[in-house]
């Protein structure tokens, strides 16, 4: 099956340093997320992504996160200035479609990031 | 507003036996219904799900039936192996909301013990 790739699996940074979370989505996909999930909390969605324009975006996501499309297959998520309350997993996803509620996500194995 | 809650792990269960994750949910509409599960080291991948009331979404032995009646999608697996152990989430996806803004809950996690 085909799988959607995140790198790194691990990411150390300082608070108040910039980062970039990368991720491969699957080829064919139209649509890219961003999820996180805090240790021991819910996988919370951030954003959402379509035709190089954010979708919706919840209010977690404020104005230190940016996302991108750069190139044909890369999806980033950059988080402008880190904050301790950062530190979480976060997952990226993409689906072809997004017309009905019950299309499926393909997730990323995530980037744990770690604010210190 | 919409919520998932599943319970709290880790689940510890022997080789064989039977396995139950219980998953409730509110939403404004109706949902479709989501069971993803995470192998140590890997994503999110897609388990099971169900889209409407009484439908039942069975995968890899497991089964889950969309409970309108007492808004749960509980997952059930009558004989659980050590390959089963990983972490379970349920999730939901409302369309009156979002078609993508899934609502996970907090992921239960499973030991099983040969």
């Known amino acids: 099956e085909p799988e959607v790739t995140q790198t790194p699996s691990h990411q150390v940074t300082q608070m108040g340093q910039e980062v970039i979370l990368r991720c491969v989505p699957i080829?064919?996909?139209?649509?890219f997320y961003w999820y996180r999930q805090i240790l021991g909390q819910k996988v919370e969605f951030l954003v959402s992504?379509?035709?190089?324009?954010?979708?919706?975006k919840s209010e977690i996501f404020d104005d230190q996160f940016s996302v991108e499309r750069p190139d044909g297959s890369n999806f980033t998520l950059k988080i402008r200035s880190t904050k301790l309350e950062d530190s979480a997993m976060y997952f990226c996803?993409?689906?072809?479609?997004?017309?009905?509620?019950?299309?499926?996500?393909?997730f990323g194995s995530g980037t744990q990031l770690s604010v210190l | 507003g919409n919520s998932v809650t599943q319970m709290e792990g880790p689940v510890t269960l022997s080789e064989e036996a039977f396995l139950t994750i219980n998953c409730t949910y509110t939403?404004?509409?109706?949902?479709?219904l989501f069971w993803y599960v995470q192998y140590p080291g890997e994503g999110l991948q897609l388990l099971l799900k169900?889209?409407?009331?009484?439908d039942k979404g069975s995968n890899k032995g497991f089964e889950a039936t969309y409970r309108k009646e007492t808004t749960s999608f509980h997952l059930e697996k009558g004989s659980v192996q050590v390959s089963d152990s990983a972490v379970y989430f349920c999730?939901?996806?409302?369309?009156?909301?979002?078609?993508?803004?899934?609502?996970f809950g907090t992921g239960t996690r499973l030991k099983v013990l040969a």
């Open positions: 169900a889209t409407k009331a009484d």
């Open positions: 992504f379509y035709n190089n324009e954010i979708s919706e």
């Open positions: 996803a993409s689906s072809a479609l997004s017309t009905t509620s019950n299309e499926k996500l393909f």
């Open positions: 939403a404004t509409g109706y949902p479709s």
């Open positions: 080829s064919n996909h139209l649509y």
């Open positions: 999730a939901l996806s409302d369309p009156l909301t979002g078609t993508y803004k899934y609502i």
